[in-house]
Protein backbone atom coordinates (compact mmCIF):
# COMPACT_ATOMS: atom_id res chain seq x y z
CA UNK A 1 0.00 0.00 0.00
CA UNK A 2 0.74 3.90 -0.71
CA UNK A 3 1.04 6.73 2.17
CA UNK A 4 1.88 10.00 2.35
CA UNK A 5 2.98 11.88 5.36
CA UNK A 6 3.13 15.95 4.98
CA UNK A 7 5.68 16.91 7.70
CA UNK A 8 4.34 20.36 8.30
CA UNK A 9 0.50 21.31 9.28
CA UNK A 10 1.37 24.94 8.99
CA UNK A 11 3.45 27.07 8.02
CA UNK A 12 3.96 30.93 7.90
CA UNK A 13 6.15 32.43 6.03
CA UNK A 14 6.65 36.52 5.03
CA UNK A 15 5.63 37.52 1.41
CA UNK A 16 9.01 37.27 -0.61
CA UNK A 17 10.27 34.89 1.39
CA UNK A 18 11.52 31.28 0.23
CA UNK A 19 9.38 28.50 1.27
CA UNK A 20 9.20 24.43 1.25
CA UNK A 21 6.66 22.29 2.24
CA UNK A 22 7.99 18.83 2.62
CA UNK A 23 6.37 15.25 1.68
CA UNK A 24 7.67 11.86 2.28
CA UNK A 25 6.02 8.81 0.99
CA UNK A 26 5.99 5.42 1.31
CA UNK A 27 5.65 2.72 -1.41
CA UNK A 28 7.65 -0.60 -2.62
CA UNK A 29 6.92 0.09 -5.88
CA UNK A 30 7.06 2.95 -8.19
CA UNK A 31 4.55 5.74 -7.96
CA UNK A 32 3.54 8.69 -9.35
CA UNK A 33 3.27 11.80 -7.53
CA UNK A 34 1.29 15.54 -7.40
CA UNK A 35 0.75 18.04 -5.72
CA UNK A 36 -2.90 19.90 -4.86
CA UNK A 37 -3.83 23.40 -4.16
CA UNK A 38 -6.66 23.79 -2.24
CA UNK A 39 -8.26 27.32 -1.75
CA UNK A 40 -10.85 28.16 0.85
CA UNK A 41 -14.02 26.67 -0.36
CA UNK A 42 -12.63 25.43 -3.36
CA UNK A 43 -11.93 21.91 -4.72
CA UNK A 44 -8.49 20.76 -5.10
CA UNK A 45 -6.91 21.79 -8.29
CA UNK A 46 -3.52 20.06 -9.54
CA UNK A 47 -0.28 22.25 -8.87
CA UNK A 48 2.82 19.67 -10.57
CA UNK A 49 3.11 15.80 -11.11
CA UNK A 50 6.19 13.52 -11.66
CA UNK A 51 5.31 10.81 -13.94
CA UNK A 52 8.80 10.08 -15.37
CA UNK A 53 12.09 11.77 -16.50
CA UNK A 54 13.46 14.76 -14.90
CA UNK A 55 13.51 15.16 -11.32
CA UNK A 56 12.68 18.28 -11.10
CA UNK A 57 9.18 19.96 -12.38
CA UNK A 58 7.61 23.30 -12.44
CA UNK A 59 4.23 24.70 -12.22
CA UNK A 60 3.12 27.68 -14.20
CA UNK A 61 2.92 30.05 -11.19
CA UNK A 62 6.78 29.46 -10.12
CA UNK A 63 6.63 25.51 -8.06
CA UNK A 64 8.93 23.20 -8.23
CA UNK A 65 9.29 19.98 -6.61
CA UNK A 66 12.17 17.39 -7.17
CA UNK A 67 11.65 13.80 -6.86
CA UNK A 68 14.10 12.28 -4.45
CA UNK A 69 13.83 8.23 -5.06
CA UNK A 70 16.31 7.54 -2.50
CA UNK A 71 14.77 9.75 0.59
CA UNK A 72 11.39 9.37 -0.98
CA UNK A 73 10.36 12.47 -0.70
CA UNK A 74 9.01 15.02 -2.85
CA UNK A 75 9.30 18.48 -1.74
CA UNK A 76 7.61 21.43 -2.62
CA UNK A 77 9.15 24.72 -3.37
CA UNK A 78 9.30 28.29 -4.29
CA UNK A 79 11.81 30.52 -3.75
CA UNK A 80 9.33 34.13 -3.62
CA UNK A 81 5.82 33.37 -2.29
CA UNK A 82 3.16 36.08 -2.83
CA UNK A 83 -0.16 36.12 -0.86
CA UNK A 84 -2.07 34.93 -2.98
CA UNK A 85 -0.08 31.28 -2.65
CA UNK A 86 -1.73 31.05 1.13
CA UNK A 87 -3.72 27.61 0.77
CA UNK A 88 -3.59 24.28 1.61
CA UNK A 89 -1.18 22.11 -0.14
CA UNK A 90 -1.74 18.29 -0.40
CA UNK A 91 0.98 15.79 -1.31
CA UNK A 92 -0.18 12.59 -3.55
CA UNK A 93 0.80 9.67 -4.50
CA UNK A 94 -0.86 7.00 -6.69
CA UNK A 95 0.34 3.71 -8.31
CA UNK A 96 -1.90 3.16 -11.15
CA UNK A 97 -3.75 6.81 -11.35
CA UNK A 98 -7.31 5.13 -10.56
CA UNK A 99 -6.65 6.04 -6.76
CA UNK A 100 -4.82 8.53 -5.12
CA UNK A 101 -3.39 8.85 -1.64
CA UNK A 102 -3.34 12.10 0.09
CA UNK A 103 -1.28 13.69 3.10
CA UNK A 104 -3.04 15.28 5.39
CA UNK A 105 -2.10 18.79 4.04
CA UNK A 106 -0.07 21.75 4.53
CA UNK A 107 -1.59 24.98 5.72
CA UNK A 108 0.88 27.68 4.03
CA UNK A 109 0.33 31.19 5.07
CA UNK A 110 2.10 34.37 3.72
CA UNK A 111 2.26 37.10 5.80
CA UNK A 112 2.39 40.41 4.38
CA UNK B 1 -17.38 23.47 -20.44
CA UNK B 2 -17.34 25.08 -16.77
CA UNK B 3 -15.43 22.37 -14.89
CA UNK B 4 -16.19 19.53 -12.57
CA UNK B 5 -19.64 20.69 -10.72
CA UNK B 6 -21.13 19.49 -7.89
CA UNK B 7 -24.60 20.27 -6.09
CA UNK B 8 -25.59 21.06 -4.09
CA UNK B 9 -22.28 23.08 -2.53
CA UNK B 10 -23.99 22.73 0.93
CA UNK B 11 -26.18 20.70 2.82
CA UNK B 12 -27.12 20.66 6.58
CA UNK B 13 -29.81 17.56 7.34
CA UNK B 14 -30.77 15.73 10.54
CA UNK B 15 -29.53 12.25 11.66
CA UNK B 16 -31.09 9.68 10.20
CA UNK B 17 -32.33 11.63 6.99
CA UNK B 18 -31.52 10.29 3.45
CA UNK B 19 -29.10 12.43 1.51
CA UNK B 20 -28.07 12.97 -2.43
CA UNK B 21 -25.43 14.50 -4.07
CA UNK B 22 -25.01 15.21 -7.63
CA UNK B 23 -21.19 15.60 -9.70
CA UNK B 24 -21.36 16.90 -13.35
CA UNK B 25 -17.91 16.05 -14.40
CA UNK B 26 -16.04 17.33 -17.45
CA UNK B 27 -18.38 16.04 -20.64
CA UNK B 28 -15.47 14.62 -22.03
CA UNK B 29 -14.01 12.61 -19.56
CA UNK B 30 -15.35 8.81 -18.94
CA UNK B 31 -13.60 7.92 -15.17
CA UNK B 32 -15.32 10.02 -12.21
CA UNK B 33 -14.24 9.60 -8.52
CA UNK B 34 -15.64 10.33 -5.23
CA UNK B 35 -13.63 11.24 -2.28
CA UNK B 36 -13.92 12.53 1.23
CA UNK B 37 -12.59 14.80 2.86
CA UNK B 38 -12.78 15.70 6.89
CA UNK B 39 -11.36 18.72 8.55
CA UNK B 40 -7.89 18.47 8.95
CA UNK B 41 -7.32 15.36 6.49
CA UNK B 42 -6.57 14.75 3.01
CA UNK B 43 -8.96 13.83 0.75
CA UNK B 44 -9.91 10.06 1.14
CA UNK B 45 -10.96 7.51 -1.76
CA UNK B 46 -14.35 6.22 -1.79
CA UNK B 47 -15.42 4.99 -5.52
CA UNK B 48 -14.56 5.48 -9.37
CA UNK B 49 -16.73 4.67 -12.10
CA UNK B 50 -15.36 4.48 -15.67
CA UNK B 51 -18.39 5.08 -17.74
CA UNK B 52 -21.27 3.88 -15.96
CA UNK B 53 -19.37 0.74 -14.48
CA UNK B 54 -17.95 1.00 -10.96
CA UNK B 55 -14.69 -0.38 -10.87
CA UNK B 56 -13.38 -0.03 -7.37
CA UNK B 57 -15.03 0.65 -3.68
CA UNK B 58 -13.36 1.79 -0.90
CA UNK B 59 -13.95 -0.08 2.82
CA UNK B 60 -15.03 3.20 3.52
CA UNK B 61 -18.11 3.06 1.45
CA UNK B 62 -20.56 1.69 3.93
CA UNK B 63 -23.36 -0.04 2.83
CA UNK B 64 -25.28 2.82 3.76
CA UNK B 65 -23.12 4.91 1.14
CA UNK B 66 -24.63 3.97 -2.81
CA UNK B 67 -23.01 5.59 -5.66
CA UNK B 68 -24.53 5.35 -9.33
CA UNK B 69 -23.66 6.60 -12.96
CA UNK B 70 -26.46 5.38 -14.87
CA UNK B 71 -25.50 6.79 -18.33
CA UNK B 72 -21.96 7.74 -18.33
CA UNK B 73 -22.32 10.60 -17.60
CA UNK B 74 -23.12 12.40 -14.37
CA UNK B 75 -23.09 10.74 -10.82
CA UNK B 76 -24.84 10.52 -7.44
CA UNK B 77 -23.72 9.63 -3.97
CA UNK B 78 -26.57 8.83 -1.28
CA UNK B 79 -25.92 7.83 2.13
CA UNK B 80 -28.91 6.60 3.97
CA UNK B 81 -29.57 7.34 7.55
CA UNK B 82 -27.07 9.51 8.05
CA UNK B 83 -25.03 10.05 11.16
CA UNK B 84 -22.89 12.74 12.44
CA UNK B 85 -19.73 10.96 11.77
CA UNK B 86 -20.81 11.16 8.17
CA UNK B 87 -20.30 15.11 8.39
CA UNK B 88 -17.44 15.72 5.51
CA UNK B 89 -16.61 17.91 2.39
CA UNK B 90 -17.64 15.37 -0.42
CA UNK B 91 -15.61 15.82 -3.25
CA UNK B 92 -16.10 14.99 -7.20
CA UNK B 93 -13.45 14.30 -9.82
CA UNK B 94 -13.03 13.15 -13.03
CA UNK B 95 -10.54 12.20 -15.67
CA UNK B 96 -10.20 10.89 -19.07
CA UNK B 97 -8.55 7.51 -19.13
CA UNK B 98 -6.88 5.56 -22.32
CA UNK B 99 -4.43 3.39 -21.06
CA UNK B 100 -3.11 1.63 -18.27
CA UNK B 101 -0.78 3.01 -15.57
CA UNK B 102 -1.62 6.74 -17.20
CA UNK B 103 -1.18 9.33 -13.90
CA UNK B 104 -2.64 12.27 -15.57
CA UNK B 105 -4.25 13.75 -12.01
CA UNK B 106 -7.37 14.58 -11.91
CA UNK B 107 -9.85 17.96 -12.21
CA UNK B 108 -11.85 18.51 -8.69
CA UNK B 109 -15.07 19.55 -8.34
CA UNK B 110 -15.60 22.54 -5.37
CA UNK B 111 -17.32 19.88 -3.45
CA UNK B 112 -20.20 19.31 -1.17
CA UNK B 113 -20.10 20.04 2.56
CA UNK B 114 -22.45 17.89 4.59
CA UNK B 115 -23.25 18.44 8.41
CA UNK B 116 -25.24 16.47 10.16
CA UNK B 117 -26.71 17.73 13.21
Known amino acids: AQSVTQLDSQVPVFEEAPVELRCNYS??????LFWYVQYPNQGLQLLLKYLSGSTLVESINGFEAEFNKSQTSFHLRKPSVHISDTAEYFCAVTLTGNQFYFGTGTSLTVIP | DTGVSQNPRHKITKRGQNVTFRCDPI?????LYWYRQTLGQGPEFLTYFQNEAQLEKSRLLSDRFSAERPKGSFSTLEIQRTEQGDSAMYLC???????????????FGSGTRLTVV
Open chain 1, 27 to 32: SSVSVY
Open chain 2, 27 to 31: SEHNR
Open chain 2, 93 to 107: ASSLFMFERQADGYT
